[in-house]
Structure formats: C-alpha cells, structure tokens
C-alpha cells in the first residue's frame, strides 16, 4: 500500500512558476515509476510526465515539454513536479500517481493516486 500526499499548489500569474511536491509513505516507494496527471473543469484527467524508477527516465506531455521538470528523491520518497512559464491553460487539479508497471502514458496504469492540488494561474 502507497499513500501519496500532493501539496504546493495554489495561485499564480500567468508566466509564474510552481513547484508541486508528492510525498509518500512506505518503504517501497523506489519500486515504482511515479507520474504526474491534471483535470480541469469539465475536462478528462490527461497524462502530463512521468519518471522512471531511478530518475534517470522521464516523459512529458507535448503542451509542458520544455516548461515543466518532473523529479524524484528516492531517499526523501517524493516525486517533484517544477511548472514554468505557467499559462492560464495549465489550471487544473494536479494528481500524482504511482505505477508498478504499464503503459506509463495512461492513467489506467497507475495503482495509487494522491487526493490532488490545486493550481490556478490567472490571465
């Protein structure tokens, strides 16, 4: 069992920066690839990165590359998620995940989910 606990998120002007962080507890957290997801109003949660166990592999969704830097320490059990340039575009609530195996782009794959943070950047 995996708990994950999203925080830092909150309001921000448009061409801002936030970092989100996503602690989690247990002693297993290295044995799983950790992604990051968003949902805004009215809209299906999407895949924006992901990072691979040891940190050295990562993906990002077109519409962050470039201006989102997803992370991990496995000694402090937290995955980062580091938004530049933000846009108004990327209001949302953001989720981390936690995936033993999969298709990492797909929400499906994930077996633990954080409850979500919230970010709003404004025009």
């Known amino acids: 069992q995996v708990q994950l606990v999203e925080s830092g998120g909150g309001l921000v002007q448009a061409g801002g920066s936030l970092r989100l962080s996503c602690a989690a507890s247990?002693?297993?957290?290295?044995?799983?690839?950790m992604g990051w997801f968003r949902q805004a109003p009215g809209k299906e949660r999407e895949f924006v990165a992901t990072?691979?166990?040891?940190?050295?592999?990562?993906y990002y969704a077109d519409s962050v590359k470039g201006r989102f830097t997803i992370s991990r320490s496995n000694a402090k059990n937290t995955v980062y998620l580091q938004m530049n340039s933000l846009k108004p575009e990327d209001t949302a609530v953001y989720y981390c995940?936690?995936?033993?195996?999969?298709?990492?782009?797909?929400?499906?794959?994930?077996?633990?989910w954080g409850q979500g943070t919230q970010v709003t950047v404004s025009s």
């Open positions: 247990g002693r297993t957290f290295s044995s799983y690839a």
């Open positions: 990072i691979g166990l040891s940190g050295r592999t990562t």
């Open positions: 995940a936690a995936a033993r195996s999969g298709d990492l782009y797909y929400s499906a794959s994930y077996d633990y």
